[in-house]
């Protein structure tokens, strides 16, 4: 077997075995009533998506638990899939149209729609090649995408099945409103952020209704505002009535500046006495806590901005048409030259920003669809706290349920083109007489509309007549449902639900629930909660048993990744410089369960040097491979192995075992990975086959080099897929590939701790000599003489027994191991428990020299301790350091003090 090459090449292999497994649609999963399912569904990336490291991240978690599942035997089910990205997508083909001087509006909506499927066609599939540069092994010919035929029936089905139970409504309710978009959004689509502007503080005139009135009562009151220019839309101002300043205002008028208007002065509750003045201005048309006081008082609402966010017709003529930044600074101008601003004072506040363009968002009131999550949010508690489906880290499950706790209508209406059309239909004569009823209501509409009254009809087909007046004018819902309003129904709506044909049902009843999400902390309010939800309204069953939710990627400084800051890494080219082994291997190393995960491009280089260790270490065994002697049951002939290094190292290898498989099951990866590094590359590397060089030819050494490299192989194959895959056909093998090779069987009586720790005792003699030779720089092609002093018997007896490993591995000339040695001259020493290790120096180095360097050591690793320390002393550098840096630094100051006691040790046992 001398034919494998020299050097790993993850470039020449990883396309050749992806493409084999792709070709025996070894992924492929069916119904198999002996065996248990294990499904997960993947988080759809959006067709807009490229690779990045958090879907790196993401799916090499994921594909884990798939091909450890299906090695243990499941019938296991990765369903792929990609969501059409209703807002990103319809921008990027908004913005490669503008670049030919044209808007979507220009086109019409079915032309923009066909260019939106054409621009799909090309580049929507660009994330699917891409995860399977990852390696992903999902069941590919089931790729679902959350706009095919099927699933779009089973969106709409959701659509009118909610709203017959009314919990879809339509309401004239304020909303979060992109004005770059001219979209509504959902609360968790407007992520706010803090922003430096100004808190204005405006004088608005008090009506004096009598001469003695003007004489007893303020002239003026002041009220403090972040946005001015929303002060044309005012329809009242507010105190608390409880804020004794205020109270013989409650019930009086004042001028609304600019707009010369009298409205009213209330009292309400939600009134803060202590920000800015304690009285507030009441814009219930734009600012979602004045709406809900305009309610409790039957206040109007003046709508005075357009889509964009310019200034309408309801606003005074001097301002309309104006953006509403510029019209703030209009007004604010205005407000100065009529005396009636007081002052401004810097004030920084949050504000809400769209998820995909981060503009600010502007609240809106507008008719908009909504679920009423109130009403679905109970059940999605209950199985969470009854332990039905379980957070990892725990943590989760206590910030899930105070978020389901404080549930809101979940506005799904959308007013782009690319998405679900809402399955809702207009009476074009019903709806002209319910708007002019409304219209000349002068106070806010009722919070729900009825549907029938306005003649809206929910239906999958386009309805002949209204069921109301009869009418045949009918046109459908210009809107789109927001994106997650298709995604919340992926657990089932994938599998063909609601139109299952036997084999859709089978598979349904079979995979359903599926077991595990992986996603990110992100979209817990956006997807996880909205799906549980979904899945028991719909399923009557929970989506899935656990959550598992990984940390944020950042860079090295702890800054999130984007393109904007030029910090991100991109996967694709650390596979193609390190390979896709090394990336997976990496990046899991580091996913401490819940922790955000710190990478920069040289974090890369373990993996790298881990799959050449792997690729060297098994090529060394296979070149001195005898396929004939290791085609045994190694249960059975384990009865004959006598060597004290051989028991070990099977030891060694089935507690590895039961530790990996224990971490996978627990969702603790990097425990996993760093458990099968440890074992592979400092005890069956550094010191099994080191050992076994000298008797290489042996049976048991040859049965146990192999049977050891095959498990490992097995065992690491969920991490690093392509090396193992490459290596284990070179190996004498049965089945046609290691994926579908059955997981190793814990044979717990190979497992024994007196064999590991004699095994031990022999190691921390060797490591300490090795030291002894590095601290003091003994020529490594030097043989010395050694005296091992023992106090124990047994351990004297061990060490004599085994004296070969120690001479062979430790470069030994002479070596006596005793008890009650005299300890020679000028020697260095190594003190352990039990044990005293003596090597004589003379006329090896010079004594002096070497002593004298090593106290020039000391003293220099003593100054860098000392400059580490002040800065874990640092509580500014505490604080403000990312945790990553602060740990590096820890364990810097650790290794530090390790290396001086080592070398003051060297020199205190010198004479």
Known sequence: MSNIPSKYNPNQTEDKWYQFWEENNFFHAEVDEKKKPYCIVIPPPNITGILHMGHALNSTIQDILIRFHRMQGYATLWMPGTDHAGIATQNVVEKEIQQEGRRRHDLGREKFLDRTWQWRQKYGSTIIAQLKKLGCSCDWPRTRFTMDEQYSIAVAEVFIQLAQKDLIYKANYIINWCPRCQTALSDEESAHKEVKGNLYYIRYPVVERTSKEADNQLNYVVVATTRPETMLGDTAVAVNPKDKRYKKLIGKSI????????????????????????IIKVTPAHDPNDFEIAQRHGLFAKVIMNADATMNQNAPLDYQQMDRFEAREAVLGDLEERGLLEKTVPHQHSVGHCYRCHTMVEPYLSEQWFVDMPKLGNPASEVVKDG??????????????????????????????????????????????????????????????DLAEAGIMVSLENPKFCPKCGGTEIRQDEDVLDTWFSSWLWPFATFGWPGLGKKEQAELNYFYPTQVLVTAQEIIFFWVARMIMAGMHFMKEVPFRDVYIHGTVRDITGTKMSKSLGNIIDPLDIINQYGCDALRFSIISLVATGQDVFLSKDKFESGRNFANKIWNAARFIMINLDEKKVNVDL??????????????????????????????????????????????????????????????????????????????????????????????????????????????????????????????????????????????????????????????????????????????????????????????????????????????????????????????????????????????????????????????????????????????????GFK
Request: with cysteine; hydrophobic share 40%.
């Open 388 to 449: 039905k489906i379980n957070f990892h880290p725990a943590r989760w499950r206590k910030v899930y349920l105070n978020w389901m706790k404080g549930l809101r209508g979940w506005c799904i209406s959308r007013q782009i083109w690319w998405g679900h059309r809402i399955p809702a239909w207009y009476c074009l004569n019903c709806k002209k007489v319910y708007d002019l009823t409304r219209k000349n209501k002068k106070v806010l509409p009722s919070e729900k509309i």
């Open 635 to 908: 249960c059975v002939f384990a009865k004959g192995i006598t060597e004290l290094k051989d028991k070990w190292i099977l030891s060694r290898f089935y507690r590895t075992l039961d530790s990996v498989t224990k971490s996978l099951d627990n969702f603790r990866f990097n425990d996993a990975a760093r458990t099968i590094y440890e074992f592979f590359w400092h005890e069956f590397c550094d010191w099994y086959i080191e050992l076994s060089k000298k008797d290489i030819s042996k049976a048991a050494t040859q049965v146990v080099l192999y049977k050891v490299l095959e498990k490992t192989l097995r065992i690491l194959h969920p991490v690093m897929p392509f090396i193992t895959e490459e290596l284990w056909q070179n190996l004498p093998h049965q089945g046609e590939s290691i994926m579908q090779s059955s997981w190793p069987h814990l044979q717990k009586d190979f497992i024994d701790k007196k064999t590991e720790d004699q095994m031990q005792a022999i190691i921390s003699c060797i490591t300490a000599l090795r030291n002894i030779r590095a601290v003091w720089q003994i020529d490594p092609a030097k043989k010395v003489e050694v005296k091992i002093c023992l106090t124990r018997k047994s351990l004297q007896d061990l060490l004599n027994s085994h004296a070969g490993y120690i001479k062979d591995l430790a470069k030994i000339e002479t070596l006596e191991i005793g008890q009650k040695l005299k300890r020679p001259k000028s020697c260095a020493v190594a003190v352990m428990a039990d044990t005293e290790i003596f090597v004589p120096l003379a006329g090896i180095i010079d004594v002096k020299k070497e002593a004298k360097r090593l106290k020039e050591k000391i003293h220099n690793l003593e100054n860098i301790l000392q400059n580490s320390q002040r800065k874990l002393r640092n509580k500014q550098f505490l604080r403000k350091a990312p945790k990553e840096i602060v740990a590096q630094e820890k364990e810097k100051s650790k290794q530090l003090k390790e290396s001086i006691q080592k070398l003051k040790d060297n020199l205190k």
């Open 255 to 278: 001028i609304l500046p600019l707009v010369n208007e009298e409205i009213p002065i209330i009292a309400d509750s939600a009134v803060d006495p202590k920000f800015g003045t304690g």
